[in-house]
């Protein structure tokens, strides 16, 4: 599922979203959502509220059929429907089944923080299936080639492993990185210095023994909190997607908001794919 708000930033997201379609030979749905609170205004007479519905209503469905001409060798349904774009988006996912949302994470002047705000991170904190955030620069259909999971060792957090497999190719890297949670001059200064080197080595040990069939897995461990540390890492290690489990090693659901996931995704220098704790 592709939503789109008619804007050539929201579209960006298509060409990747239909290669992916074809590539997996699933099926394509446009979503365009008429937000009545955006378009009309409360004090309008009834009837002309309906009006101006039924004409964003209308204005939608052409819209949409305009984007899917432009991509003929994918298989695409459009859909329309009426309410808040951050609830709608993702109450339809989960009525049409959908197995991942696309999404252009919309960039903030100044300081960028790309996700913090948007849409995107609404439909984000409600998704019942993975979520692709990207770029807008990033909408272009070739594969990933370099991946970083960041994990905190759990099984819960290690499950990305199994939506990832789709986006794998034959060139893929993928990168198991965990961080310890403690500051790195915290440990310089700390009198319990080889405890904590023995717990990365511990940390290393256990995910060399995770394996991805058909994939070369590296490992990355470092001391340093978990979202700034992840952040940084893919800054300095260049990474096209990183890809988190919304669910770790407290295996509370509850915790999402505010979590490591939704603060690397508002943070991060590249595409994010985010997968739910209730995703089977």
């Given amino acids: 599922m592709v939503p789109l708000d008619g804007s050539p930033l929201a579209e960006a997201a298509v060409p990747r979203a239909a290669a992916l379609a074809q590539r997996w030979g699933a099926e394509l749905v446009l979503v365009r959502v008429c937000d009545p609170s955006g378009s009309v205004a409360p004090d309008l007479p009834k009837q002309l509220q309906e009006k101006m519905l039924d004409f964003s ?35 339809l996912a989960a009525q049409e089944e959908c197995d991942l949302i696309l999404m252009i994470s919309h ?51 290690l499950s990305v492993l199994d939506h990832l497999k789709p986006f794998l190719e034959s060139e893929t890297q993928v990168q198991l990185y965990q ?64 890809a988190m489990s919304t669910l770790g090693r407290s295996g509370d659901p509850s915790l999402w908001l505010g979590s490591v996931t939704e603060k690397v995704a508002r943070n991060a220098p590249c595409a994010v794919l985010a997968c739910p704790a209730r995703t089977t």
């Fill in 107 to 157: 960039a903030r002047k100044g300081a960028e923080r790309w996700l913090l705000g948007s849409v995107a991170e609404g439909v984000l904190r409600r998704t019942p299936c993975p979520m692709l955030l990207l770029r807008a620069a990033e909408g272009d259909p070739k594969p990933f080639t370099r991946i970083l999971v960041p994990v905190d060792g759990s099984d819960n957090s």
């Fill in 57 to 91: 209503r209308t204005a939608a469905v052409d819209y949409l059929a305009k984007v899917r001409q432009r991509f003929p060798e994918a298989q695409i349904r459009c859909l329309t429907s009426v309410g808040r774009p951050r609830q709608e988006i993702a109450r």
């Fill in 179 to 242: 961080s310890s949670g403690f500051a790195p001059d915290d440990v310089s200064l700390s009198e319990e210095s080889e405890a904590l080197q023995h717990c990365l080595d511990q940390m290393a040990t256990h995910l060399r023994e995770v394996k991805l069939e058909g994939c070369h897995v590296e490992v990355a461990v470092e001391h340093g909190e978990p979202a700034s540390a992840i952040v940084h890492w893919a800054e300095t290690h260049p990474c096209q997607l990183i």
